[in-house]
């Protein structure tokens, strides 16, 4: 992989990149894969997979389009485990979809710079989840998710920066991982994987 290479002249990362390679995929209905990233906001990754999996029941088993869940009553986003700011959220992005033609085409043509400007402007949808909409949505390969507290504390172990102060943490952050680029994406992953393992 071409990116191990590259990542490899950081030595202290080097250190870490022991496993199998990754491999980004392109998803589609990315709407929906932001909605579910909503929908998994604050919650362990077994119970999100649970309301996810009761949200595709609200439409036969499968991803619906757009349209759909805006049509959807509240009542039965409410049934299946989601907040009300949370269904408020989702329907934020149902009707920001419609309204500026958002499709997998649309945004795959765009930058992530731009992606990030464009979708931040819906309420509930912050920096991280655009960022991680680019990684695991969008299959980006240079992505940097600087607010993620997992990628915070596995650079604070690797490199031994101090966390007092939060700025100060992420300028050295940022510092590092722009040598990573155009990878950034693949050192996040090879960083998460560490420290989960």
């Known amino acids: 992989m071409e990116y191990m290479s590259h990542l490899q002249k950081d030595k202290k990362l080097a250190s870490i990149l022991k496993q199998e390679p990754f491999v980004l995929k392109r998803k589609k209905n990315i709407p929906i894969r932001l909605m ?5 906001q604050q ?33 039965a986003l409410r049934a299946i485990g989601l907040s009300n700011a949370k269904v408020g959220y989702i329907k934020n992005v149902a009707q920001f979809c419609i309204e500026h033609g958002i499709t997998d085409r649309k945004l795959a043509a765009m930058s992530n710079e731009s992606i990030i400007e464009l979708l931040v402007q819906i309420k509930g949808v912050g920096k991280w989840t655009v960022e ?4 695991f949505g969008l299959g980006r ?6 607010d993620d507290l ?6 604070c172990r690797l490199y031994k920066i101090d966390a007092t ?4 943490m992420q300028q050295m952050m940022l510092q590092r991982a722009q040598k990573w680029t155009p990878y950034q994406t693949y050192a996040c ?8 393992s």
Do not use: C
């Not at 992953?189 to 989960?196: M, R, T």
């Open 36 to 40: 579910a990233s909503i929908m998994s």
């Open 43 to 75: 919650l362990s990754t077994k119970v999100a997979a649970v309301i996810y999996k009761r949200f595709l029941a609200l439409y036969d088993g499968k991803e619906p389009k757009v349209a759909a869940v805006l049509a959807t009553p509240n009542e």
């Open 132 to 135: 991680m909409l680019l990684m």
């Open 141 to 146: 390969e240079d992505v940097f998710a600087v």
């Open 150 to 155: 997992g990628i915070q504390q596995a650079m």
């Open 165 to 168: 102060h939060k700025k100060t």
């Open 189 to 196: 992953l090879h960083l998460w994987n560490w420290k989960d």
